[in-house]
């Protein structure tokens, strides 16, 4: 009884947030549906250590001034693998002008590490294996991108993988909010 009344509170609390007008059918794509959500508020502070160099310690904070692309993803989530291919494409083009974290969460390294290798990924990931970060962000599935602008503020927050249209969209809203590029990479 108790699980069926945390589940509804759950589902209301989503709802409550969520504006149905925003979700995205992926009509035409075959593709699971999507959830593009607006903004506004500061994006929530984290540090973790780095994926691929575990001494060193990565924090959201070290990307301030910058416009920044926040992925949460797994090794073991279907769509991120999807999604890899086309992120580290964009980073790889724009990557002076726009940074890229990825936070693996929920996972193991040895798995992350080895998606990382798979998807030839090179930006920047954190490893958070118990999921504190994704929690801090009141995400509800994977994979998930946070659009930071460079004050700190949440552009945007799409749910599922990207779509290569979504992906420019977002990328372009947030060069827009870039007073000038930089070509700093942590």
Known sequence: MKAAIALVLGAAAVALVVQPSLVDNASGSGGAPQLTTF???PAPAFSLPDLTYPTRTLSLSQFRGRPVLVNFW???CVQ???????L????RRVGD???FLGVDTNDT???ALSFLRQFGVTYPSVYD???TAATTYGLFGLPTTIFVAPDGKMLERHVGALSA???TAGIARLMRTASKPTAHRP
């Open 39 to 41: 903004g506004g508020g």
């Open 80 to 86: 991120c693998r999807k999604e890899a291919p086309l």
């Open 165 to 167: 249209d979504a992906l």
């Open 74 to 76: 797994a090794s073991w």
């Open 97 to 99: 002008r726009v940074a």
């Open 88 to 91: 580290e494409a964009t980073y």
């Open 109 to 111: 390294r040895a798995a």
């Open 129 to 131: 294996p118990h999921g």
